[in-house]
């Protein structure tokens, strides 16, 4: 009785676990399933590198990966320094009260709805850029800024808990020999980090590719490449977002799905490259 | 010059706290000047008697009621379809997988948790165009799959959650009750899951937070602007992350705006607190959380 009761019980985690696997993967073939009309249309190729024209029948999705690129990459790189100095200063450099209070005011920010973050962006920063730049407003500059506030708490959670974790011993032995607190940081703990930190900062540039709700409020998602960043952007995020679902069959309404394997591809990239640093770390270790 | 670029790090690491540290209270700050005066009875229920809007007697035309109780219910049903499916996962991946089957799961839902939402919304929605061409075509864009969406959204961390607290217990606990003549199951349930309680609810927490914020989702699967309290599963709905999309994108009053901004601070003080209270519970487990986008 008991027995049978422990292979039931077996049997049902090994079950869900099948089915959580088996989601993941039909994610990525119903994908592929619903864009198969758009492949056997047009050259492979040129679906993702071609031009935006529907009324020639060009559905090429490089204009969003370009703002995509535009927006992300930017954003990363704004938010890299930022997050840099902040883990700096609550891994080593504040005292134990001010780092207690900053991780809290990051673990805060993780909480915060994207959403909320457009919609103030929308109220008070557009108005700000509206009257320093001039122009509508609504432009790549105006997500870029948005977006580095939003992921710079996961490259600080990332980069102070790798920062964290070198090992106590190496540290004391540097104190020893009469390192002060920036040189610990910047010749011991900071080299020992770096995978980890690496790890934090693909990660945060996973998310930035990923985000809909900031590029979509902010950024006026005109579908042309932007050559600058006072110019507006479609994202391939809010491409998928805008999409009028009146006609199905449509080849413009399967190009989102273009676009959903573009973000499936990036996204997973990522992951598994994370994976792979974390690997040989833990050889290394 | 060594010693010149040391200090320039600290004074550049400074710099760089305060700068956030500045952005965040700005917005903060901003979003409480312009939001509290709006909060109110009146930005619930609108002209409607509270108590009959409650009790579903009276229809709230010009207050977030209905958006409020649309965010409870998807945040209910996703629960409900997520939680027993990705604990029971995370309890064979802990407890009963070999190395092989872990390895490979575990970076099957690290992919997961790194798939962009909308993605994730793009999937409910064909499924919900499936569903809606080859069996019964009452069936589109609903409460039921966008529970399902989010639920698939935030199944990653419900997993994860609960197989790192289940696999950080000590082996000490691990052994006792098999040494005390338990079986495997019996550990598991009397032993093992109870110590591992506070990882695994705020997994759990942290899941329904995501599930009550993530608009992208819910663009995609049948969230509208006015629907009124959500009949049935297959009825459209109202949800409050959405209202605040809608009203920066349409709002044509200041009264309209300023419910916008009610709405915000509701929102993020729901969320906030509960990110908060995960967190409190257990510290280092939310780490990836933040892979989602």
Redesign the interface.
């Known amino acids: 009785m008991?027995f049978s009761?422990?292979t039931i019980?077996?049997n049902?985690?090994?079950?869900?676990?099948l089915?959580?696997?088996v989601?993941?993967?039909s994610?990525l073939l119903?994908?592929i399933a619903?864009g198969l009309p758009l492949f056997q249309e047009s050259s492979f190729l040129s679906i993702w590198t071609g031009p935006w024209d529907p009324y020639q029948g060009l559905y090429g999705i490089r204009p969003m990966i370009s703002g995509t690129l535009w927006i992300a990459l930017p954003a990363t790189a704004l938010s890299l320094?930022?997050?840099?100095?902040?883990s700096?200063?609550i891994t080593s450099?504040?005292g134990r009260e001010l780092r207690r209070m900053?991780g809290?005011?990051v673990?805060?920010?993780?909480?915060?709805?994207?959403?909320?973050?457009?919609?103030?962006g929308?109220?008070?920063l557009m108005p700000l850029i509206r009257e320093g730049f001039g122009g509508a407003g609504m432009c790549v500059l105006a997500a870029v800024i948005v977006l580095a506030?939003l992921i710079?708490?996961?490259m600080i959670?990332?980069f102070s808990?790798s920062l964290l974790s070198v090992d106590p011993g190496d540290v004391q032995a540097a104190k020893a020999l009469g390192a002060?607190r920036?040189?610990r940081?910047?010749y011991i703990i900071m080299p020992k980090a770096l995978n980890g930190m690496i790890s934090g900062f693909i990660?945060a540039l996973?998310?930035?590719?990923?985000?809909?709700?900031i590029s979509l409020?902010l950024a006026g998602n005109a579908i042309r490449a932007p050559r600058g960043f006072l110019e507006p952007a479609r994202t391939l995020?809010a491409h998928?977002?805008l999409?009028n679902?009146a006609d199905?069959n449509s080849l413009e309404f399967r190009s989102?799905?273009t676009c959903?394997i573009a973000?499936?591809l990036f996204?997973?990239t990522?992951?598994?490259a994370?994976?792979f640093i974390g690997r040989k770390k833990s050889v290394m270790q | 010059m060594q010693g010149f670029a040391?200090?320039a790090?600290?004074v550049?690491?400074?710099?760089?706290?305060i700068?956030?540290?500045l952005?965040?209270f700005?917005?903060i700050g901003?979003?409480l000047i312009?939001g509290l005066p709006s909060l109110g009875r009146e930005l619930i229920f609108g002209q409607a008697d509270p108590l009959q809007a409650l009790l579903g007697r009276a229809r709230v035309f010009d207050g977030i009621f209905p958006a409020i109780v649309g965010t409870l219910c998807l945040v209910e049903l996703s629960a409900t379809l997520a939680v027993?499916?990705?604990v029971?996962?995370g309890?064979?991946?802990a407890?009963?997988?070999g190395p092989g089957m872990k390895k490979l799961?575990g970076?099957?839902?690290?992919?997961?948790?790194?798939?962009?939402?909308?993605?994730?919304?793009?999937?409910g929605?064909?499924?919900a165009?499936f569903l809606h061409n080859h069996f019964d075509d009452r069936i589109g864009p609903c409460l039921l799959i966008s529970s399902l969406s989010l639920a698939?959204l935030v199944?990653p961390y419900i997993?994860r959650s609960t197989q790192i607290s289940l696999e950080e217990l000590s082996p000490g606990i691990r052994r006792t009750g098999l040494a005390l003549g338990a079986?495997?199951?019996q550990n598991i349930t009397y032993v093992l899951i109870p110590n591992a309680l506070s990882g695994i609810s705020s997994g759990i927490i942290l899941a329904v937070?995501r599930c009550?914020?993530?608009?992208?989702v819910m663009?995609?699967t049948g969230v509208v602007a006015t629907a009124g309290v959500p009949s049935s599963l297959l009825s459209q709905y109202e949800a409050l992350?959405?209202y605040?999309?809608y009203?920066?994108?349409q709002y044509t009053n200041p009264e309209e705006l300023a419910g916008?901004y009610g709405a915000?601070l509701i929102?993020?003080g729901v969320?906030?607190?509960?990110?908060?209270l995960a967190?409190g519970m257990k510290k280092h487990l939310?780490?990836w959380?933040?892979?989602?986008?």
């Open positions: 008991i009761r422990e019980a077996k049902v985690f090994l079950f869900c676990t089915a959580s696997t989601t993941i993967s994610i119903f994908m619903l320094p930022l997050s840099l100095g902040t700096f200063v450099l504040g900053l809290a005011l673990r805060f920010m993780t909480g915060i709805p994207t959403v909320i973050y457009g919609f103030v929308i109220f008070l506030i710079s708490p996961t959670l990332f808990d002060d920036a040189q940081l910047l990660l996973g998310r930035a590719l990923g985000d809909t709700l409020m995020t998928i977002a999409v679902a199905f989102i799905f959903g973000l499936y996204t997973t990522a992951v598994i994370v994976r | 040391e200090k790090v600290v550049f690491s400074w710099i760089m706290t700068l956030l540290c952005f965040v700005l917005f901003y979003l312009q027993p499916v990705g029971c996962s309890i064979y991946l407890e009963y997988a799961s970076m099957f839902f690290d992919i997961l948790a790194g798939i962009p939402s909308i993605v994730i919304g793009l999937f929605f064909s499924l165009v698939i199944l997993v079986n495997k199951l937070g009550a914020e993530d608009t992208a663009l995609l992350p959405f605040i999309y009203i920066s994108n916008g915000s929102l993020l969320c906030a607190f509960l990110f908060m967190y939310s780490y959380t933040l892979y989602r986008a």
